[in-house]
């Protein structure tokens, strides 16, 4: 009876959830963050991170890692025949060509890691529709990374290849996130374009030094970078500081903040 009311708890908790993001969708009030991913040698801002939340009554912010898995599984908003979760990628990517077109306006050349589901990514209309503002904003793409969740990568493998193969041919880039452990196909992730991959930094202490080492010279050879991840503090760049690790992301570098 326990385990049974506790997934009758879950279900409701999920539900709120998906309510608090669909409602915002519907008042076009979800907020996008920012954050910085720096080079972990020179301690600059390398790349920024955009990502959606959604505020809370009570001043708290419901983080995008608390729903976009449900979003996934969310099919449609009342008043539009969208999926919850295209709706919400392409929140963001308007907001991030909008961010590569102020910084290009002040001649700052940046570059964006732009979270996409495996849903949106093998939509035909949003591939021409990207196509399309690709080829119309010129400069833009390479200003873009896009980036999958490992497991949406590893569980829809065939059918993304040539939505991968397209985004490539537009001049972008590409990114696997999410990654929990250093058991990842470094060959297969070569051959289908992918130039990063982030890791959470829990990962690295699982795993012996040469195991890490290894690990970080078999990326290296298929020219794929590192982003350490969740690098909160000090403590945590210290782990790291053993390791060649080009790049790294955290609260200890930058706290996401409302994208202005």
Known sequence: MAILDLKKANK???EKTLKLVTDALEDDSIN???QKIVCLSERKTQFFELFSSVALGDGGVLEAKNFM???KNQATLANDTSPVVHLLDITILVHTLNAIYMYKKRGIAVRFFYNIS???LLNRLFLKSLEYILKEKKGFADSIIFELPLTDLTENLAA????LRKIKSYGSSLSVDNVRNLNVNLLELHDLYFEFIKIDFQAFLKKTEDEVKDFLDSCKRRSIDVVCCKVEDDKALKELSNYNIKYAQGFLFDKPKPLK
């Open 12 to 14: 409701v908790k999920d």
């Open 32 to 34: 996008v963050m920012i």
């Open 69 to 71: 898995h449900l979003a």
């Open 118 to 120: 495996a849903k949106t």
């Open 160 to 163: 993304l290849k040539p939505s």
